[in-house]
Every structure is written in structure tokens, then in C-alpha cells.
């Protein structure tokens, strides 16, 4: 079984920045791709970023590219989302995600970001 528990959350002004982290237990961490996503109320659930199980590529939603990075540590089985120029429409909980590309079997229980203005 594979459990992901995010890390990182909390609440910033407009312009601020926040890291977000995740961190994977059970099976191979290696082996998977691992994704960010977000849900704000009353919104469907939207992807943010993915990164494969090597870290060579990563992608990353229309609303957040330029501002939030993406990356990994296979030896530590963890995932990270940096988010810089932080909005207040970025607000939502954020979900950490695993599985092998392109499907997401795993995930945590999310995490609350709040951007005021």
C-alpha cells in the first residue's frame, strides 16, 4: 500500500510564497510519476504539475505555469511544489498524487492553501 502525506499548507498574502511537500511510503517511490492537484469550493478538482518517475519531465497547468515548480527526491520519497507569486485565486487544498503515468492510483489527504489579498 502506498501513502502520501502533505506537508507545508497554510496561509500567505498575495504575492507571498509557500513549499509545498510530499511524502510517499509503501512501494517504490521510483516507480511513479507524482502529480499536484487542486480543488477549491465548489470547483472541480484541476491539475496543477506532474513530474515522471525519472524527474526528466515535468508539466504543468495553464493557471500556474511560470509561478510553481515541480520536483522530486527518489532517495527521500519525496515530492515538492514550490509556489512563488502566489494568488488569490490559487487558493484551494492541494492534493499529492502517485501512480504510474498517466493514471494517479494513490493519494494524500490534502492540504489548505489560503491567499488573501
Known amino acids: 500500500q502506498v501513502q502520501l502525506v502533505e506537508s507545508g499548507g497554510g496561509s500567505v498574502q498575495a504575492g507571498g510564497s509557500l513549499r509545498l511537500s510530499c511524502a510517499v511510503s509503501?512501494?517504490?517511490?521510483?516507480?511513479?510519476?507524482t502529480g499536484w492537484f487542486r480543488q477549491a469550493p465548489g470547483q472541480e478538482r484541476e491539475f496543477v504539475a506532474t513530474i515522471s518517475w525519472s524527474g526528466g519531465s515535468t508539466y504543468y497547468g495553464d493557471s500556474v505555469k511560470g509561478r510553481f515548480t515541480i520536483s522530486r527526491d527518489n532517495a527521500n520519497n519525496t515530492a515538492t511544489l514550490q509556489m512563488n507569486r502566489l494568488k488569490p485565486e490559487d487558493t484551494a487544498v492541494y492534493y499529492c498524487?502517485?501512480?504510474?503515468?498517466?493514471?494517479?492510483?494513490?493519494w494524500g489527504q490534502g492540504i489548505q492553501v489560503t491567499v488573501s489579498s
Open positions: 498524487a502517485a501512480g504510474v503515468a498517466p493514471a494517479f492510483d494513490y
Open positions: 509503501g512501494r517504490s517511490f521510483r516507480s511513479y510519476s
